[in-house]
């Protein structure tokens, strides 16, 4: 696990408890893959807390049959991790908001953060993956969702809501020519700029970039 702090000068330090965001990261990469997502955050006032959902002990992920099945179990670790690290830093840290919670999941890290909100509504506000492609996006019209696409591959049927644009509070957005694994730090620059663009935008404006 790793924190990132936002800047002591942060409008939400002086004024009040910052927000906080857990960020969960695509299967086979460490947290600390994403650190261009949580340098935005910081900035605008987010504590981040990017968390370790992968142990090398566990079993390697399937990849046949049928992945829903497969794959929950695992899922369901990720969820029970998020509840863990958000119960045990709540207790210790009162100096955030964590009732101002925002979910942020790439691939594999997007489908646990879908789970946990699916079976804990309450559990956050807003929810942003970059394309995960198994677990349905929770269709609570209260909680925000921004869900960035890439365009290699299609997500699984029901996954997704069947509006492409802005449906409500759920925003699905593509970035042409884009691949699904290079949305991390290890992906082109610009890429990299067009999903910072796009969650700024939503974050602070509430705007789906389309």
């Known amino acids: ?18 927000a906080v965001a857990l960020l969960s990261a695509g299967y086979g990469l460490k947290p600390g893959d994403y650190a261009f997502l949580a340098n935005t955050l910081i900035e605008l006032g987010y504590l981040v807390v990017a968390v370790q959902h992968e142990l090398p002990s566990d079993p390697p992920i399937s990849t046949s049959g049928d992945l829903f099945t497969n794959r929950l179990p695992m899922w369901q670790r990720g969820a029970d991790n998020l509840r863990f690290v958000r119960q045990s830093l709540a207790q210790t840290d009162s100096d955030y908001d964590w009732n101002q919670l925002l979910l942020i999941g790439h691939s594999n890290g997007g489908d646990i953060s879908a789970l946990v909100l699916t079976q804990n509504p309450d559990f956050a506000n807003t929810l942003v993956t970059l394309d995960h492609r198994r677990y349905p996006l929770p269709r609570d019209t209260q909680l925000k969702v921004l869900s960035i696409r890439a365009s290699d591959f299609e997500a ?44 700024l935008q939503f974050l602070q404006d509430g705007q789906c970039g389309l």
């Open 1 to 18: 696990m790793l924190l990132y702090a936002p800047p002591s000068n942060a409008p939400c330090q002086l004024q009040k408890r910052c």
């Open 156 to 199: 699984d049927p029901g996954v997704l809501p069947q509006q492409s644009a802005q449906n409500g509070s759920q925003c699905i957005t593509t970035i042409a020519g884009s691949h699904h694994n290079d949305m991390n730090d290890y992906g082109p620059a610009p890429l990299k700029a067009e999903i910072t663009q796009r969650l």
